[in-house]
């Protein structure tokens, strides 16, 4: 049965959340405290668009060159979509991220309360400091919408669940190759963290078919924000290629490490200051261009695709030297830009396609 067909929608969980006492936050990308909202007595449901909602209504409040997670996220609120929700929070992953914030709480007024995490762009004591600041901030926010102030006991179940899901994630990531799962059921089992309970994720994860993963030829790594529709995945492996790593925002760069400090606040920053290098957190490029390549030399990816949707200015801004970098290490680099909808342009597929047989 595809991986698709064994999850519960999200308003089935909305419901089912509501019933263990907690509020729901309806979240955009990509870097949050998932435990800080659990012991405030709060439930991420994760908002990356969604593709199939038209530009029109959030197209009316932004430039025209904005990327389509904000257009569409926005008109995604426009048109009720975020209705059965009790709060948005929208962290500051990017410049396009922060003005949705600004238009959304200070012009469009949305009945839930708009809340906001900036995230520091290094990793300095100063950085962290910020952070837990910022985190601070954000709980007391989170404790005004639930009405819950979380104590030892909260945290520490919190923190349980939370774990154990981010230890499933990468665990996931460790057993790829011995998985018995197309690339769109890998991603799909992956990108369900974005809306399941940690404890549904983790039986999720925990009770994937091993053995021989069923596309083989090229391998590739796939970059970027987000692989959008699933599609691409299906039109990759027809292609003779199959992803077998990747450093998408919604994939491997949220595999966050566990830490062990006391204070919980000091604990999450911790968490999200050490996950792999990304472009939105400011990573530097030498530190990206050695992830990247040990990853690929690690899981044999042939190649680099660099899957951008358009208009996103933070991982523009690396791919030149990214591209220089790697091709001095001998690793081919494919950079395409895309419009999120619930197909994937035959501009695209013909340049990844080509990119592809360059390889074979
Ligand atoms: S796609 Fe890029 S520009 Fe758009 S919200 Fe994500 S990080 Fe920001």
């Given at each position: 049965m595809p991986i698709a067909d064994r999850l519960t929608a999200r308003k089935a969980i909305i419901e089912r959340v509501r019933g263990l006492g907690r509020k729901v936050v309806a979240v955009l990308p990509f870097h949050y405290p998932r435990a800080l909202l659990r012991a405030y007595r709060l439930h991420p449901i994760e908002v990356w668009g969604p593709p199939n909602v038209p530009r029109d209504k959030g197209s009316q409040h932004f430039q025209a060159y904005t990327c389509d997670i904000v257009l569409k996220a926005t008109s995604f609120l426009l048109r009720g979509g975020m209705d059965p929700v009790d709060a948005i929070l929208v962290p500051h992953t990017c410049d396009a991220l922060q003005g949705m914030a600004s238009v959304t709480a200070d012009f469009l007024k949305p009945r839930q309360p708009v809340l906001t995490l900036y995230l520091p762009r290094g990793c300095r004591d100063s950085d962290r400091a910020f952070l837990i600041a910022e985190l601070r901030r954000l709980a007391g926010c989170?404790?005004?919408?639930?009405?819950?102030?979380?104590?030892?006991?909260?945290?520490?179940?919190?923190?349980a669940a939370e774990e154990a899901a981010d230890r499933a994630l990468a665990s996931l990531y460790q057993r790829r190759p011995r998985l018995a799962l197309s690339d769109r059921d890998f991603y799909t089992a992956v990108r369900s963290r974005e809306f399941l309970t940690a404890e549904d994720f983790g039986e999720l994860a925990a009770s994937l078919p091993e053995g021989d993963p069923p596309a083989d030829g090229v391998g590739l790594m796939l970059s970027g924000i987000v692989a959008e529709p699933l599609e691409l995945f299906d039109r990759i492996n027809e292609m003779g290629a199959h992803v077998v790593a990747d450093d998408l925002a919604c994939g491997y760069r949220r595999v966050y490490p566990p830490a062990a400090e006391s204070d919980p606040f000091a604990r999450i920053a911790a968490q999200l200051l050490a996950c792999p290098p990304d472009p939105t957190r400011g990573s530097p490029i030498e530190?990206?261009?050695?992830?990247?390549?040990?990853?690929?030399?690690?899981?044999?990816?042939?190649?680099l695709l660099i899957y951008d949707v358009k208009f996103c200015e933070p991982e523009l801004f690396d791919i030149p030297l990214l591209r220089k970098h790697l091709a001095a290490a001998g690793l081919p680099v494919l950079h395409v830009e895309f419009e999120m909808g619930m197909t994937v342009s035959r501009q695209v597929l013909t340049r990844i396609e080509a990119f592809v047989e360059t390889l074979q």
């Open positions: 989170c404790a005004e919408i639930s009405g819950h102030k979380p104590n030892e006991a909260d945290w520490a179940e919190a923190f530190q990206r261009v050695a992830a990247l390549r040990s990853r690929m030399r690690e899981s044999g990816a042939q190649g």
